[in-house]
């Protein structure tokens, strides 16, 4: 069981900045999220984009939005728990809640913080007709354990730099890889582009385009796909493989959240913004873009006023009747958890001669 | 208002909806769809009008000459579903004069 004083859901930019504003009220954090790796949409998304609205940076790539965002909180240590989702949550005799992901993984906290933005994001499935009977039996929407692909026959399908990525990784790992895309052209980082090229010439990955997978053949577990090409005749031939892998993004859902019994509207979750940004379910908090009032706006830079006003009514929550004065950083420097002092330096007194 | 323009969109349960559209706002289809809320929050316009998550993709209707379409909008759509030769991602085609009268219907959600 992992023991925290506010369990934030989602690691997005949102989610980082509760982290720093919890900390300076001395309580700790712990983040999990479905993705792989902090940041969220940032990092998932468009981690090579400009955000031109985020105070006091005129230009800001979103990737490095989320590196900031973790050297800020860094010596608060927050913990994370990295994709699993959030699936159940249970209220305690106590008030204090346990939140359970997919896998298992068990968080108890007095607070919970649901920075989810859109939700928890889901793999893209391709609309093929007997997919869902060839789930976890060769077919996999997101690769996990490259090692399970050692020796294997694999089948990529898609045109991004995750279809890139893994076709250029597993030409090393599976004895034979063949990347399957809707058109001659890929989009995706310049260098994995030339990677791709380079292993196709040597023969590493067996490149079909402009083709599409349009059925999966197999006894219980994937035996070939059927693979359509449109290049001058229209053809349709099987290619014989043990896994199928198709790698078309990742679309957020919220998912189980929408069943914590939580008001929802518009696909997000109703929030007292005259206060405290707390749900219908007192010590469930909802902040950034996941969250709905009027007048709401999903920008990063209110997620972040979000987070910092829900930060001071975990602690009401967390130490009842403690007295506590904002302070400002300026002011009284910043403590890590990990023992670090941040603070301004000290005037110096010197007398002019 | 004599800059808006009329643009009729049939949304994702088939009801057609007559709308406004401002030319003179830099909005795009995506937009004027989520201003009139023909489509559920978070269910378009998902990646915020990047070409990225084609939630915004539509039919083209109508026989109106379009903006052509950049490398990026030609990608998203490549890898995107239920992709028909009509098909556009609304957040690409800015509103301008020309499109008075479009015709669109919105490609379902995935």
Known sequence: MIKTDILIIGAGPTGLFTVFEAGLLKLKCHLIDALPQPGGQCSEIYPKKPIYDIPAYPEILAGDLTDKLLEQCKQFEPGFTLGERAETIDKQEDGTFIVTTNKGTKHHAPVVAIAGGLGSFEPRKPLIHNIADFEDKGVEYMIKEPEMYRNKKVVIAGGGDSALDWSIFLSDVASEVTLIHRRNEFRGHLDSVEKVQELKNLGKINLITPAEVTGIVGHHHVKAVVVSQAEHIEKEFEIECDHFIPLFGLSPKLGPIANWGLEIEKNAIKVNNALDYQTNIPGIFAIGDVNTYPGKLKLILCGFHEATLMCQAAYQIINPGKRYVLKYTTVSGVDGFDGTRKEAPKAVVKAIE | ?110
């Open chain 2, 1 to 110: 208002m004599e800059q808006d323009i009329n643009i009729k969109i049939i949304d994702r349960d088939g009801l057609k909806h007559e709308v406004m559209a401002p030319t003179d706002m830099a909005m795009n289809l995506m937009e004027v769809v989520r201003s009139y809320e023909l489509a559920p929050e978070g269910t378009i316009g998902i990646c915020g009008g990047m070409a990225m998550c084609s939630s915004c993709q539509c039919y083209v209707l109508s026989d109106h000459e379009l903006p052509e379409m950049q490398d990026d909008e030609e990608a998203m759509l490549s890898e995107a579903f239920n992709v028909k030769d009509n098909s556009r991602l609304g957040c690409q085609l800015q509103i301008n004069p020309d499109m008075e009268g479009l015709e669109v219907e919105l490609a379902p959600e995935i």
